[in-house]
Nanobody
């Protein structure tokens, strides 16, 4: 089991940027594909982005493609989500999650397969 802790959320205006960080402890970080998900009040949890174990492969939700960038530093056990050109509809609690995978070619967008989750960090974008 890996423990995950997110940080970097906050209140910003539309068009601003934020960088979320998620630090992992208690596991072998390079064994996990890492995903970012979000959940707005009254809505289901939704996929944002995922990065493969090595960082060589990424996948984004259509709604954030071109605005958000996921990256990781395996030496620091940390995954990042750089969010640019933020919109009010990006307002949500953002969670990082770890998916134990056997290959660098497995990086999944279905939140139900992720076993380990952080506590979440609130991102609020005002118009």
């Amino acid at each position: 089991q890996v423990l995950l802790r997110e940080s970097g959320g906050g209140l910003v205006q539309a068009g601003d940027s934020l960088r979320l960080s998620c630090v992992a402890s208690g596991g072998t970080f390079s064994r996990y594909a890492m995903g970012w998900f979000r959940q707005a009040p009254g809505k289901e949890r939704e996929f944002v982005a995922v990065i493969s174990r090595s960082g060589g492969n990424t996948l984004y939700a259509d709604s954030v493609e071109g605005r958000f960038t996921i990256s990781r530093d395996n030496a620091k056990n940390t995954v990042y989500l750089q969010m640019n050109s933020l919109k009010p509809e990006d307002t949500a609690v953002y969670y990082c999650a770890a998916d134990t995978v056997i290959s660098d070619y497995v990086y999944r967008s279905n939140w139900r397969v992720y076993n380990d989750w952080g506590q979440g960090t609130q991102v609020t974008v005002s118009s």
